[in-house]
């Protein structure tokens, strides 16, 4: 079975800082994706960035960028220039390519960002 | 905008009472997910179409039921509420291999959050 882990409840972040949360999955797939949402208290869930498995350059996406180590089952999420419309709770996500979309959620990670 | 509407944002409902979630798409997308995601934890998926294929997850109580009419339309039905069902359930959408494409990931809609009183 495969697992999400997020060890990181809650991270907080001054305005214009860089802020890296961590998770580490565990699968015996060798094609997968990962991704990072964002849920902020509307609730709606927001795709970040997303990660091939295959592919060893990390996803950028603005300020958003990912340190994938695929060996370490490590899939970190790195905001650059912290704003406060960052602060939510960011889920790390996985699926394989015949689950398709069917994602297994970690526990989620709260950021606040301080002005 | 293509996306993902869901309908009633909010939604009470008595004890018992059956009550029924809708979830529509413009993004012409073949596979539609139900989670229900309980206060401070992490979306849990009920069950997803595939096209018209129906999957259910295997711990999915027998109370939640889904109907998909169309490529555009899905349904959650609860049979009898339990207070231990309210939740936001968050409908998401995406393409299928079918759909061709690699897989650029599921689009949530807003949640319809459900009390149960």
């Known amino acids: 079975a495969q697992t999400v882990t997020q060890s990181q409840p809650e991270m907080s972040v001054q305005e214009a800082e860089t802020v890296t949360l961590s998770c580490t999955y565990d699968t015996s797939e060798s094609d997968y994706y990962l991704f990072w949402y964002k849920q902020p208290p509307s609730r709606q869930m927001i795709l970040v960035i997303r990660q091939e498995a295959y592919k060893q350059q990390n996803a950028t996406e603005n300020r958003f960028s990912v340190n994938f180590q695929k060996a370490a089952k490590s899939f970190s999420l790195k905001i650059s220039d912290s704003q406060l419309g960052d602060a939510a709770m960011y889920f790390c996500a996985y699926t394989t390519t015949d689950s398709w979309g069917k994602l297994q959620f970690g526990a989620g990670t709260q950021v606040v960002v301080t002005p | 905008d293509a996306m993902v509407i869901q309908n009633p944002r909010y939604q009470v409902t008595q004890f018992g009472k059956p009550v029924t979630l809708s979830c529509s798409q413009t993004l012409n997308h073949n596979v539609m997910y139900w989670y229900q995601q309980k206060s401070s934890q992490a979306p849990k998926l009920l069950f997803h179409?595939?096209?018209?294929?129906?999957?259910n997850e295997a711990d999915t109580p027998d109370n939640f039921q889904s109907r998909r009419p169309n490529t555009s339309f899905c349904f959650l039905d609860i049979r009898s509420p339990g207070l231990g069902d309210a939740a936001m359930y968050l409908c998401?959408?995406?393409?299928?291999?079918?759909?061709?494409?690699?897989?650029?990931?599921?689009?949530f809609g807003q949640g319809t959050r459900l009390t149960v009183v």
């Open positions: 998401a959408t995406s393409r299928g291999p079918r759909g061709g494409g690699t897989l650029k990931g599921a689009f």
């Open positions: 179409y595939y096209d018209k294929d129906f999957n």
